[in-house]
């Protein structure tokens, strides 16, 4: 993004006039009627992110927001967009999508306050809810439809009573994780939702941890977009105190419950948000907290959709202290009165952690964050105070303390966990990702053989790796003795290889691909040699007998033959069909894979390049390049005793 279009924290973006001095919601250009809104709700002055992005947004830029957990990024576009709704009413107006249900509740809530004055319909599309009573909602043209990805493809696909297609804008909060493959992936889904709402629309993007999806992002802001960056030395608030506590992987619960202990003790009101990394973790520990009568309630994927709710409900209202959850709740849930985030895994991605711990130390309040930390997850912990730019402070507890709990612990946990088995708690979460695929549309069978089709490839990608590494390795310890095979297909025979093929020496021809007339070419490079290729073999496909010729006649050598394959971008062969394209590459691979040699290596299509890349593909991976054969010349091709 140039820098014409980014704003800085204090810069107040698209109102220069505005720097230097505190403006309140009425300079920013909002109407009185928002501004008397903002006003009931205790919203004084609008905060840095409010301040940049809200005039960008009345001016009709596209806008990224990003700007640290708790800092009012909510607002930062609802109250543009009311803006907006209040001067060309009409439904659907507005779409905003979020990754989780709970956030679209949120939003959705936030909206009808601040929109209350207009008579606002809002219509909240998530997962887990009837989703007839949703079709019957969106046919009714409301202003504003709040969603998760998932369950708004699934309404455009299956019906045609409401359409998004006059959008004016498309909201996308905590936008780097709708477009981050994670555990949910809504890649899919998206496609289907950009593929329905106009391309004349504002786009407005808002995130604590934007900047590394950027690229992608911008991708979907480009009507003047404007681009807003909290400029801050660290990426956590700094009401957060932030700590960790090194501890044994199996103690870490009774370590957890002298924390909590000491809490109740030393605080009246207190509420605490407990991380997990996954369902099961969750279940085990809300059940052992509750065992030692801490008042806590469980959120996790897991559990139906109403008692998700209901659980959020009772934490809020504080019912309930404790909320255990996994990262579920991580983004974007406004609690303010959570004064403790305890990670009970420490995350594997820096910004999980930010979000995690952005549950608290909201809107300016104080809030903690303690890390439980094992010898394992040290490097995580160096990685997370390099993205957030702090370094944890380590949290000293009394040790003598959790030792006298720590059998009691041990054995309550156990016990939570044998009960846990007893209700089939894994067996559950099995039926219930396969009502979650069938509700999706999926084929849960086709989706498990697809999962392990994709676990077998990645083995296999990663088995060649290995393979090639050991290659290096060996042409590094003997390059005299080692040889490159380098494979090069096109359908244009003038192309590859300048005219119909007569390779003499051992190798007449050599076929590979599906049965379809293509040629094949391979060249066989001598690092150590001064002039490439060696050997240069072709054929149309089909010469099965020939292939054979092939392989008998190269092998045994006494060399280490690595084989390079290579599909050229430019190449005929790359203009087909991609299905093709992969089909070759499979079954060159399955060729290569039969080779009697020593050491055959099949390297995956490479992307630059025309059939001539072949003989550039060794560069990457070998030295010295072979350089005075940048293409297949014709009548160059030399036979090579082997
Ligand atoms: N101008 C303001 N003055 C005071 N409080 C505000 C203002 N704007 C928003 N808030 C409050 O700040 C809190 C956090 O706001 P919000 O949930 O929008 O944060 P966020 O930046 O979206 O955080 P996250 O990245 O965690 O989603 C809310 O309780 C909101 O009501």
Request: glycine share 4%; aromatic share 8%; net charge neutral.
């Given at each position: 993004m140039s820098s014409a279009c980014a704003g800085k924290q204090g810069s107040h973006g698209a109102r220069p006039e505005l720097a230097g001095r505190m403006a309140g919601f009425a300079e920013l250009g909002l109407s009185s009627w928002l501004v008397e809104q903002c006003r009931q709700l205790g919203l004084k002055q609008p905060?840095?992110?409010?301040?940049?992005?809200?005039?960008?947004?009345?001016?009709?830029?596209?806008?990224?927001?990003?700007?640290?957990?708790?800092?009012?990024?909510?607002?930062?576009?609802?109250?543009?967009?009311?803006?907006?709704?209040?001067?060309?009413?009409?439904?659907?107006?507005?779409?905003?999508?979020?990754?989780?249900?709970?956030?679209?509740?949120?939003?959705?809530?936030?909206?009808?306050?601040?929109?209350?004055?207009?008579?606002?319909?809002?219509?909240?599309?998530?997962?887990?809810?009837?989703?007839?009573?949703?079709?019957?909602?969106?046919?009714r043209k409301p202003h504003v439809v709040i969603a998760t990805p998932g369950?708004?493809?699934?309404?455009?696909?299956?019906?045609?009573?409401?359409?998004?297609?006059?959008?004016?804008?498309?909201?996308?909060?905590?936008?780097?994780?709708?477009?981050?493959?994670?555990?949910?992936?809504?890649?899919?889904?998206?496609?289907?939702?950009?593929?329905?709402?106009?391309?004349?629309?504002?786009?407005?993007?808002?995130?604590?941890?934007?900047?590394?999806?950027?690229?992608?992002?911008?991708?979907?802001?480009?009507?003047?977009?404007?681009?807003?960056?909290?400029?801050?030395?660290?990426?956590?608030?700094?009401?957060?105190?932030?700590?960790?506590?090194?501890?044994?992987?199996?103690?870490?619960?009774?370590?957890?419950?002298?924390?909590?202990?000491?809490?109740?003790?030393?605080?009246?009101?207190?509420?605490?948000?407990?991380?997990?990394?996954?369902?099961?973790?969750?279940?085990?520990?809300?059940?052992?907290?509750?065992?030692?009568?801490?008042?806590?309630?469980?959120?996790?994927?897991?559990?139906?959709?109403?008692?998700?709710?209901?659980?959020?409900?009772?934490?809020?209202?504080?019912?309930?202290?404790?909320?255990?959850?996994?990262?579920v709740a991580s983004r974007g849930l406004d609690i303010p009165t959570v004064q403790v985030v305890i990670n009970h895994n420490t995350p594997g991605l820096p910004k999980i952690y930010i979000h995690r711990v952005g549950r608290t130390a909201r809107a300016g309040r104080q809030g903690q964050a303690i890390t439980l930390v094992t010898q394992y997850d040290i490097h995580l912990v160096h990685a997370i105070e390099e993205q957030i730019k702090k370094q944890l402070e380590e949290l000293s507890v009394e040790e003598a303390k959790v030792l006298q709990i720590l059998t009691q612990v041990n054995v309550v946990r156990r016990e939570c966990e044998i009960k846990l088995e007893a209700a089939n708690f894994d067996e559950k979460k099995e039926i219930n990702k396969r009502k979650q695929l069938i509700l999706e549309g999926k084929d849960p069978d086709l989706e498990a053989k697809r999962k392990a089709e994709l676990a077998k490839i990645k083995q296999k990608n990663r088995r060649f790796k290995e393979k090639v590494e050991q290659a290096l390795q060996r042409q590094k310890a003997s390059p005299e003795r080692h040889m490159v095979m380098c494979l090069a297909w096109d359908s244009s025979p003038e192309r590859t290889v300048g005219g119909p093929l007569h390779s003499p020496g051992p190798a007449q021809s050599l076929s590979v691909g599906p049965k379809t007339p293509m040629l094949c070419t391979a060249q066989l490079f001598h690092p150590a040699a001064p002039s490439w290729p060696l050997l240069r073999a072709s054929a149309k496909h089909q010469?099965?007998?020939?292939?054979?010729?092939?392989?008998?006649?190269?092998?045994?050598?006494?060399?280490?033959?690595?084989?390079v394959t290579s599909v050229g971008r430019a190449g005929g062969c790359y203009r087909a069909p991609e299905q093709r394209h992969v089909a070759c590459q499979e079954s060159l691979n399955k060729w290569v894979s039969q080779l009697p040699w020593s050491d055959s290596v099949a390297v995956g299509a490479r992307e630059e390049g025309s059939a001539t890349g072949a003989s550039q593909a060794p560069q990457d991976i070998m030295s010295p390049p072979p350089t005075t054969h940048s293409s297949f010349p014709s009548g160059q091709a030399q036979s090579f005793e082997l």
């Open positions: 905060t840095p992110v409010q301040l940049g992005c809200i005039p960008a947004i009345l001016e009709g830029r596209d806008c990224l927001g990003c700007a640290k957990t708790g800092s009012g990024k909510t607002a930062a576009f609802v109250l543009p967009i009311l803006q907006k709704l209040s001067e060309d009413p009409y439904g659907i107006f507005c779409l905003v999508l979020t990754p989780t249900r709970e956030l679209a509740y949120q939003i959705a809530e936030q909206f009808r306050v601040l929109g209350k004055p207009l008579g606002l319909k809002d219509c909240i599309i998530v997962g887990g809810m009837d989703m007839v009573a949703q079709a019957l909602e969106l046919s369950r708004l493809a699934d309404h455009l696909r299956s019906s045609n009573t409401f359409s998004i297609k006059k959008i004016r804008f498309l909201v996308m909060d905590e936008a780097d994780r709708l477009l981050e493959q994670g555990c949910t992936d809504f890649t899919v889904d998206l496609e289907a939702i950009l593929a329905a709402v106009p391309t004349r629309r504002q786009t407005l993007l808002f995130s604590a941890t934007l900047t590394d999806t950027l690229k992608e992002l911008q991708g979907l802001a480009t009507n003047q977009p404007f681009f807003w960056e909290a400029q801050a030395p660290v990426r956590t608030v700094e009401q957060l105190d932030q700590r960790y506590l090194l501890v044994p992987e199996k103690v870490k619960d009774a370590y957890l419950v002298h924390l909590i202990q000491n809490f109740q003790d030393e605080h009246e009101d207190w509420s605490i948000i407990i991380f997990t990394n996954t369902c099961k973790t969750c279940q085990i520990l809300c059940m052992m907290l509750r065992k030692f009568n801490f008042p806590t309630v469980a959120l996790h994927s897991m559990m139906k959709q109403k008692e998700r709710f209901a659980a959020l409900a009772k934490f809020k209202s504080s019912i309930y202290r404790i909320l255990i959850a996994t990262d010469a099965t007998e020939k292939e054979r010729t092939l392989t008998t006649s190269l092998g045994p050598t006494p060399y280490t033959v690595t084989l």
